[in-house]
């Protein structure tokens, strides 16, 4: 694992890259709601996407003094904009990172999912999106522009993101798809449904983002949910 330093307006922003496989895909984790690059969750949905042959890019979206700023006032979290400007800066640092060609992916949780999409929407090299317990629907007027394929994850059991997550979907006018884990909370918590969502997760990004898988990846299947 490599400590980086990502620069961006007014912001150095701390990360943990770890290159996999072939070095042709790289996945990086936005985050939201006060959480960061530590976020145990993201960190094991990281190690199974690594175990597929994905590389990883864990960063703070804020800085230290924001994050500590945030935690009083809760605002930063929701300023999606700059989130979403954060990670278009940290996509370009690893594009110029890197050696050669690479596949590009998002991994979004809670408002790090509308950010990811709103991304995705600038951004027309960005090969996949999956939203994990995200808020999607924050995306706004960036939905219908969303290019990259991509997948929804929800818990059964967290209805209103569910709710959200539906009204997204149905703006959503890329390959999409909608999974619901069974007897899951909107934090995963549940034995088996983190594992779940790694496993999801995994499955996507390699079809969409290495080589071999793409060449015989399934076509859309609209609107539709799988579990």
């Known amino acids: 694992m490599s400590e980086i330093r990502i620069p961006a307006p007014n912001a150095i922003l701390q990360g943990d890259l770890e290159p996999a496989g072939s070095g042709e895909a790289l996945v990086l984790f936005a985050h939201g709601s006060g959480s960061g690059r530590h976020s145990p969750r993201n960190r094991e949905v ?42 278009v800066h940290a996509t370009e640092w690893a594009f110029d990172q890197s050696a050669g060609p690479i596949a590009i992916g998002y991994f979004g949780a809670s408002t790090g999912a509308a950010a990811a999409l709103i991304a995705a929407s600038r951004m027309g090299d960005v090969g996949a999106v999956v939203s994990r317990g995200g808020r999607p629907d924050l995306a706004g007027e960036a939905l219908p522009r969303v290019k990259a394929p991509t997948l929804l994850i929800v818990g059964e059991r967290d209805t209103e993101v569910i709710r959200l997550n539906e009204m997204a979907f149905e703006r959503l006018a890329c390959e999409k798809e909608m999974a619901v884990v069974p007897r899951a909370t909107h934090l995963f918590e549940e034995p088996g449904a983190l594992e779940r969502v790694s496993e999801l997760a995994a499955e996507w990004f390699a079809r969409h983002l290495l080589r071999g898988k793409r060449a015989g990846e399934r076509p859309s299947r609209g609107v539709g949910r799988q579990t």
Do not use: C, V
């Open 46 to 87: 990281a190690a199974s996407l690594r175990g597929a042959g994905m590389g990883t890019l864990l960063f703070d979206l804020l800085t230290a003094q924001e994050e500590a700023q945030d935690r009083h006032t809760a605002h930063l979290r929701f300023d999606i904009d700059l989130l979403a400007s954060r990670l």
